[in-house]
């Protein structure tokens, strides 16, 4: 199933062209996540950079989830999973482009008690020359409202909104009065077991706390055309994602580290 291509429709397309998003029913069956959540589980624990630190000695990104990137070069299945040729095609169809390529891959589980994520646009981290770059975000379990999905500013990605903020409780607090002020509908549903959504680079969006005494347990993937070249970075963070995610690329040059390899051509 991971190779298989989705069926994806035209309105599906012109949805997350017009709004920024898109949620897809069953990407994924029950059997797939099942067998490949143990090990994104474990590897996530494993490599949680606060591990052993109780929740309340987090600050507020530490709450809001456990955050480990580039789990597909630590284990073989992990590697598997986020490869899978059926996110990459969906990611290139959406978008439009002639493929894509891997930006890096990382776990969002957001623990039991965890606080919101703030409001924040991910592109302000990318040294990207287009924006044609996108997020799978794929829960491994059914998430309800009270347990964190994803929420998603309408639109917001043709608007130019908080573009140069990072993630704080400053960017929530600006984009909540931008949301409002600019009449942007936020827009939230739980998911279904094997249900993913796409976002763009630059939509706006956010996550409400943990409210159960599960984890959120979510593995995401990030594409970015294949094509794409590297932009002179317009701030540390793209600074640093540059050296982490794309070392060997200079400004200029397609993307072609082996950090980022192709996952879709057609």
């Not at 379990?141 to 993630?167: C, K, N, T, W, Y």
């Not at 409400?208 to 984890?215: A, K, S, V």
Request: hydrophobic share 40%; net charge negative.
């Amino acid at each position: 199933m991971l190779d298989d291509p989705y069926p994806l429709l035209p309105d599906q397309i012109e949805h997350y062209r017009r709004e920024g998003f898109v949620h897809l029913p069953e990407v994924f069956d029950a059997a797939t996540l099942a067998a490949f959540e143990p090990t994104l589980t474990r590897l996530t624990l494993e490599n949680d950079p606060q591990r052993g630190r109780r929740l309340t000695e987090k600050d507020l990104y530490g709450q809001a989830f456990i955050q480990v990137g580039n789990l597909w070069q630590m284990d073989a299945q992990a590697r598997a999973f986020s490869f899978s040729k059926r996110l990459a095609r969906i990611a290139a169809e959406l978008m439009g482009t002639r493929g894509v390529r891997m930006y890096h891959d990382q776990a969002l589980y957001k623990e039991a008690g965890g606080g919101f994520t703030p409001w924040h646009v991910d592109q302000q981290y990318w040294p990207l020359a287009s924006p044609h770059a996108i997020t799978a975000w794929i829960p491994l379990h059914p998430v309800p409202l009270e347990q964190g999905p994803m929420a998603f500013g309408r639109r917001s990605h043709l608007r130019d909104i908080a573009r140069d903020l990072e993630i704080s409780a400053e960017s929530e607090a600006v984009i909540c009065e931008q949301v409002q002020r600019c009449g942007i509908d936020a827009y939230v549903q739980p998911y279904a077991l094997g249900e993913v959504s796409f976002h763009a680079g630059w939509t706006l969006h956010r996550a409400g706390p943990n409210e159960t005494d599960q984890p959120r347990k979510a593995h995401t993937v990030i594409y970015m055309d294949i094509d794409m070249c590297l932009a002179a970075p317009r701030n540390a963070n793209q600074e640093r994602d540059w050296r982490r995610w794309s070392p060997s690329t200079r400004v200029g040059e397609v993307m072609a580290d082996p950090l980022n390899p192709v996952l879709f051509q057609a």
